[in-house]
């Protein structure tokens, strides 16, 4: 940006920085976490859900061989809710399902002691 000024009869040029604007930084959003009513991973057995978001994090509750939890956005019918499990199972199911794919359709059923997706 150029600003011309003109004092006793001589002309000035000044020359300010071109400032971005905060759009130009292309900053993603922040995610604002999952949203929905807490529900118990047991009462999603065996129903049909839609799971339309997840995340693995570090258990607030660590266990031997269950140091992580993770976190799903799932929906019944149209009723958000989120659900938390250690369950190792779900956990690598859920690390090999790509974030682009979803939502999906669903069911947790039980496989032994176990969780998983069918």
Partial sequence: MVTVFIYKKNIYMETKPQLKSFKSLNVPLP???????????????????????????????????????????VAIGEIKYVSFTPTLRLIRQATSIEKQQLPITTKIIRAGNSLEFS
Avoid at 39 to 44: A, F, N
Avoid at 46 to 70: A, V, Y
């Fill in 31 to 73: 995610s604002i976490g999952f949203e929905g009513t807490k529900i118990d991973i047991q009462e999603l057995i065996d129903r049909d859900i839609i799971l339309h978001d997840f995340k693995i994090e570090d258990s607030k509750f660590p266990k031997p061989g269950k140091e992580k939890c993770l976190h799903l956005q």
